[in-house]
């Protein structure tokens, strides 16, 4: 199963909405997460079940979609915010993420 | 506290073999699967290996299949990655990671710092 995110790259100011999407090739239910990876930490789960929040992750992150069309919403961004985001599907094996999309300040 | 560590990432040259460990500690290491997921250089991360907590449900990435094999010891809260063949394409930071569910893959919910791998003659 292919993830494509989009866009791989975008420029945001504190306070913006942000909205990331992922598609999958294939149907996957809501098997579909999302995960934050700063540079030199490991990767951090925030969303899971395609819109469930993990628990300790902030509420302004939000996640929708089912099937094949995805989104992660940032409702307003944070200075800590500004990290690469993945999705991946859980759905069936070989478990594929998306290209990732970097969040940089504007 | 739950804690990931990863060891066993050195420098190999093309051809040879290597073998990651991660000892975990702060929960109850066979009550879950577990995962190797790596980064590459510049890259995006690319999930590698998924083992139940029984190891009877195993699964590999394409691109290491035939030559990685993962395995875990409950005893020892441990858990391995056996990487064979390598070539320059398995330079990466490897990553053990927690899943939250016991058998088939679901959320990975819980990672280490990761250990780096350089393949390089």
């Known amino acids: 199963i292919q993830m494509t995110q989009s866009p791989s790259s975008l420029s945001a100011s504190v306070g913006d909405r942000v909205t990331i999407t992922c598609r999958a090739s294939q149907s996957i239910n809501t098997y579909l997460n999302w995960y934050q990876h700063k540079p030199g930490r490991a990767p951090s789960l925030l969303i899971y079940a395609a819109s469930t929040l993990e628990s300790g992750v902030p509420s302004r992150f939000r996640g929708y979609g089912s099937e094949t069309d995805f989104t992660l919403t940032i409702t307003s961004l944070q200075p800590e915010d500004f990290a690469t985001y993945y999705c991946?599907?859980?759905?069936?094996?070989?478990?594929?993420f998306g290209g990732g999309t970097k969040v940089e300040i504007k | 506290e739950v804690r990931l560590v990863e060891s066993g990432g050195d420098l190999v040259q093309p051809g040879r073999s290597l073998r990651l460990s991660c000892v975990v500690s702060g929960f109850t290491f066979d009550d879950y699967a577990m995962h190797w997921v790596r980064q590459a250089p510049g890259k995006g991360l690319e999930w590698v290996s998924h083992?139940?907590?029984?190891?009877?449900?195993?699964d590999y990435a394409d691109s290491v299949k035939g030559r990685f094999t993962v395995s875990r010891d409950n005893a020892r809260n441990s858990l391995f990655l056996e990487m064979e063949s390598l070539s320059a394409e398995d330079t990466a930071v490897y990553y053990c990671?927690?899943?939250?569910?016991?058998?088939?893959?679901?959320?990975?919910?819980?990672w280490g710092q990761g250990t780096l791998v350089t393949v390089s003659s």
């Open positions: 990671v927690r899943d939250q569910r016991s058998l088939t893959a679901f959320a990975l919910d819980y």
């Open positions: 083992i139940s907590w029984n190891s009877v449900s195993i």
């Open positions: 991946q599907q859980t759905y069936s094996p070989p478990l594929t």
